[in-house]
C-alpha cells in the first residue's frame, strides 16, 4: 500500500509522534495523510476508504493529539460490534500507556451489568469507547451537560450504525449533542445512509480515494470451481496446497459455520469459530486466543468482517457470497491489511453469477481456478456455456417430440391447443428441474 507523508510532518506533539514510532507506526497511509489535518483543523469529516487503509488510526491519532486531561468527557468513538469497539479501545489504551499520558479512556460494552458501568464512568474519562447496545444506558447515566460539553463524535462502521436495530440509539446521542466535531468513518457509505445523517450535522469535507472502490488494497481475488465437489473436502484440498498462515473462512449461515468447524475439528486441526450466537464472554475469550496466534483456521460469520484486525490473515475463503455484496468487500479486507498482500477465494456457485457480475462491476478483478486432482489450477474462463447448450438441445429436441406426437396430415379439432399445452408441459419440466438445482446449490454449495 501507498505510503504517505511521516508523522514529524503533522502539527502532532513530539511525545506522541516518539510514542507512534516506538508501536512501530513512522509514516502515515494515504487516508491518515488527508484526515488528520482536518481532524486537528476541528472539521467535521465523512471518510469512506477501502478496508486495511488505516481508518482507525487517522481518527485516533489526532484525538490523542487535542484531547485535555482532567476536564471531563471529550470524545466518544461508537463502534457496531464488542469486537471492533474492543480492537479499537485496545490500540487507543496502548498508545496511552506508551505515552504514559494521565488521560483516562474507558471501555462499554455488552456482558457487564449497569453498576459496572457506573463504576468505570466515575471519574468521566476522558475518552469513552461503547458500543450501540450500550447508548441508552450511558443516556441513563450522564446527564444532559455531560453530552454538552461533548467536543468529538466518532462514528465508526458508520453504515453498521445506521442499521435499522441501531440507528435509534445512534440518532439519539447525536440530536443531544451541540455543535461538537462528527467523523464518519466507513469502507460503504451509500448515499440514502449520509442523507439520513446529514440532518444531525454538516460535513466539511468527503475523503475518499480518487478511483471511489471500496476494493481493499493489497488483496487478489479468485473464482474456484470445485466442480460441486463437497466444499469439506474442498477445503481440506485447498489447506494441502496452500499451506495458509492464517486461513479466515466465511459462510452466511451460522449454521454453515459450526458444521465447517466441527468437520474440520475432527480431522485434528486448530481451528474455532466466530459467530453471533456466541456469548459475550465467549467471544471474548476466543478472540483472544485467536489473536494470540493460537489457532491455523478461523470460521466465522460476518461479525469478524467488518474493521477487526485479526493477526496475520494470509488467505481468505468465502464457501458463499454474502446477501450484502458490500460484506464481501470487509470479508476479503481481514486480509492484505496495512502494507501486506493478501489472497482472497470464492467457491464458485452458479446460482450466484448475478452477485458475481455485480462485483465485477464494482472493480473486483477475478482469476479463475479449477480444483481438480488436488490441484489449483489456472483456467481462462469459468463458462458453463457448453453445460447450458446441451440442455437447451435437450428441450429443442424434447419440444420437437410433444409437437410430433400431435401432428398428423389432417387438422383435427383442438389441434394448436393441444400442441401448445404439450410444449408448456415440457417447458415445466425444464424449469422445474432448474428450480430443484438451484435450490440443491443453495443447501449443499453445489
Not at 475469550?285 to 489473536?291: E, F, W, Y
Request: charged share 25%; glycine share 6%; aromatic share 8%.
Amino acid at each position: 500500500m501507498e505510503t504517505g507523508l511521516p508523522f514529524t510532518s503533522y502539527h502532532l506533539p513530539p511525545v506522541l509522534i516518539e510514542a507512534l514510532s516506538k508501536l512501530g507506526y513512522t509514516h502515515s497511509t494515504p487516508v491518515q495523510s488527508s484526515v488528520i489535518p482536518r481532524v486537528l483543523r476541528g472539521d467535521s469529516l465523512v471518510v469512506r476508504y477501502q478496508t486495511g487503509s488505516g481508518k482507525t488510526h487517522a481518527f485516533l491519532i489526532p484525538i490523542f493529539a487535542m484531547v485535555k486531561p482532567k476536564i471531563g468527557l471529550q470524545v466518544m468513538v461508537i463502534s457496531p460490534t464488542r469486537e471492533l469497539a474492543n480492537q479499537t479501545y485496545q490500540f487507543a489504551k496502548s498508545l496511552n500507556e506508551t505515552l504514559g499520558s494521565p488521560l483516562k479512556i474507558v471501555l462499554l460494552q455488552g456482558g457487564y451489568d449497569k453498576q459496572h458501568d457506573q463504576d468505570k464512568l466515575n471519574p468521566l474519562p476522558e475518552i469513552l469507547f461503547v458500543t450501540p447496545g450500550r447508548v441508552n444506558e450511558i443516556q441513563g447515566i450522564l446527564d444532559h451537560q455531560v453530552f454538552q460539553g461533548l467536543k468529538t463524535l466518532v462514528l465508526d462502521e458508520a453504515d453498521m450504525l445506521m442499521d435499522p436495530s441501531f440507528i435509534e440509539s445512534t440518532t439519539q446521542i447525536l440530536a443531544k449533542l451541540t455543535q461538537p466535531q462528527i467523523l464518519v468513518f466507513s469502507a460503504s457509505m451509500a448515499a440514502p445512509l449520509l442523507n439520513r445523517l446529514s440532518k444531525y450535522f454538516k460535513s466539511d469535507s468527503t475523503i475518499e480515494p480518487k478511483e471511489k472502490s471500496i476494493n481493499p488494497y493489497g488483496v487478489k481475488h479468485a473464482l474456484i470451481d470445485i466442480k460441486h465437489q463437497d466444499p469439506i473436502q474442498s477445503i481440506i484440498e485447498i489447506l494441502s496446497i496452500r499451506k495458509p498462515y492464517f486461513l479466515l473462512i466465511f459462510a452466511s449461515r451460522v449454521q454453515r459455520v459450526i458444521q465447517i468447524e466441527e468437520a474440520l475439528k475432527s480431522r485434528q486441526l486448530k481451528v474455532a469459530s466466530l459467530h453471533g450466537e456466541l456469548q459475550a464472554r465467549e467471544r471474548r475469550h476466543l478472540l483472544k486466543r485467536i489473536q494470540s496466534g493460537e489457532f491455523q483456521i478461523v470460521v466465522a460469520s460476518d461479525i469478524a468482517s467488518r474493521g477487526m484486525d485479526l493477526p496475520d490473515v494470509s488467505d481468505v475463503l468465502s464457501v458463499d457470497l454474502p446477501q450484502d455484496l458490500d460484506y464481501y468487500f470487509h470479508r476479503a479486507g481481514r486480509a492484505g491489511r496495512f502494507k501486506n498482500e493478501g489472497q482472497s477465494y470464492v467457491f464458485y456457485n452458479s446460482h450466484e453469477e448475478d452477485s458475481l457480475e455485480r462485483l465485477k462491476q464494482r472493480g473486483v478483478h477475478f482469476s479463475f481456478l479449477s480444483l481438480k486432482n488436488s490441484q489449483l489450477q489456472p483456467i481462462r474462463h469459468l463458462n458453463r456455456s457448453k453445460v447450458f447448450k446441451k440442455e437447451d438441445e435437450a428441450l429443442s429436441r424434447d419440444i420437437k417430440i410433444a409437437i410430433q406426437k400431435y401432428r398428423s396430415s389432417e387438422v383435427k379439432p383442438g389441434y394448436k391447443k393441444k400442441v401448445k399445452l404439450a410444449v408448456e408441459k415440457v417447458k415445466h419440466q425444464y424449469k422445474r428441474k432448474a428450480i430443484k438445482k438451484k435450490i440443491r446449490a443453495r443447501l449443499f454449495g453445489g
